[in-house]
């Protein structure tokens, strides 16, 4: 069983920051974890993902603003976002799997969401 709970959401203002965390139970099947946004009327897509040996991949959309990172002692997943804009806008949801999935929406455990809203 494997439970995700995503927090650190909110409003921003365009240039500002925000850190996501996702707590994760169910240490084994968590190697591979993931953050995903979905934009209003849009499909869901990758943002971010962590391999269990620390590889990393970005959307080239946040490449270079947002940093993904884990802190396995309490295998809490963290997304850090800066100088956001307003196209970030989205609902983030973390997810995990024990194959790496990268940026494909394939995982089977998602979390229920997070959302981030940037103003311009």
């Known amino acids: 069983q494997v439970l995700l709970e995503e927090s650190g959401g909110g409003s921003v203002q365009a240039g500002g920051s925000l850190k996501l965390s996702c707590a994760a139970s169910g240490y084994s099947l968590t190697s591979y974890m993931a953050w995903f946004r979905q934009r209003p009327g849009k499909e869901r897509e990758g943002v971010a993902s962590?391999?269990?040996?620390?590889?990393?991949s970005y959307a080239d959309s946040v490449k270079g603003r947002f940093t993904i990172s884990k802190d396995k002692a309490k295998n809490i997943l963290y997304l850090q976002m800066n100088n956001l804009k307003p196209e970030d806008t989205a609902m983030y949801y973390c997810a995990a799997d024990r194959v790496a999935w990268l940026l494909l929406p394939r995982y089977p455990y998602w979390g229920q969401g997070t959302q981030v809203t940037v103003s311009s």
């Open positions: 962590l391999d269990f040996d620390g590889s990393t």
